[in-house]
């Protein structure tokens, strides 16, 4: 009779053990952001950004310095990127992490996409997308941030509505210049303010070229000769454009800034 209650009451351990193994293995698998020590990313809608160039050049390398706050940007075979892509994945603090694209089908990198730059040699086009995948982020020696995302599925999503930028007030989003703030303002079709940190406001005519994602800027005092430059509205109420603030010791070199609508 011992014998009977010693195996009963064994066996009965072993049930509730493997309940609670089981228990464990699910709230794992439950968890919605992490998998296989990964983070996991289900149906985006973001931008791929294609860039051809058989050399590097001032004149177009600034535009794939872009702010790559979840999106996509495919790079030449040469330079740092070697032809690589990589996505800017942004964490709950907000810092965004290139992270190399592991899984990206020749199929899309070769479909024709939306024109964003065109010059005699290089060309930049956007395709826009839905992705899945999984981001695995790590901090290296120097303390520098980086990572891999394993793309599970990205299916092309067709061109959108052409935008038609808000006017009103825009702040800049990217790059981060220290805090300090560049704004324009878009009084109307025809005349915009440009407000820099510590410099008197700036008054232009400007004209913008949907079809060469270009903006054509003149002082309304007509003492400075006109400028046209890279523009290029990514929705109604953001866009991108060539960098106001010149040369700064955290970016030597020119750089898209993006620019967002305030609230």
């Not at 800017?88 to 730059?117: I, M």
């Not at 949907?210 to 290029?232: R, S």
Request: hydrophobic content about 35%; charged content about 25%; some cysteine.
């Amino acid at each position: 009779m011992k014998r009977l209650y010693l195996f009963l009451t064994v066996k009965c351990l072993c049930v509730l053990f493997l309940f609670a193994v089981a228990g464990i293995s699910c709230s794992k698998e439950d968890d919605p952001g992490k998998q296989e020590g990964g983070i996991q990313i289900e149906n985006l809608q973001t931008r791929l950004r294609i860039v051809v160039s058989p050399s590097v050049g001032s004149d177009v390398e600034h535009v794939w310095r872009a702010n790559p706050e979840n999106m996509l940007i495919h790079y030449p075979p040469y330079g740092s990127y070697k032809g690589n892509t990589y996505f800017g994945y942004t964490d709950e603090k907000g810092e965004t992490v290139l992270c190399k694209v592991k899984n990206l089908p020749a199929s899309v990198k070769e479909r024709k996409g939306e024109f964003v730059y065109k010059n005699t040699l290089s060309t930049i086009t956007e395709l826009n997308v839905q992705l899945s995948g999984i981001v695995r982020t790590e901090t290296d020696s120097l303390g520098k941030k980086q990572g891999t995302m394993e793309l599970t599925s990205i299916v092309p999503t067709g061109p959108k509505p052409k935008p038609v930028l808000q006017l009103g007030m825009y702040a800049h989003t990217y790059p981060t210049l220290g805090g300090k703030s560049v704004k324009i303002e878009f009084i109307d079709r025809k005349i915009l303010k440009l407000m820099k940190p510590g410099l008197p406001v700036k008054t232009y005519h400007y004209e913008i070229f949907d079809t060469e994602h270009a903006i054509m800027l003149k002082d309304v005092t007509g003492v400075v000769p006109e400028q046209k430059m890279f523009f290029h509205a990514i929705s109604d109420s953001e866009f991108e454009t060539d960098c106001f603030c010149g040369y700064t010791a955290e970016y030597p070199g020119q750089v898209l800034m993006t620019f967002k609508k305030a609230e």
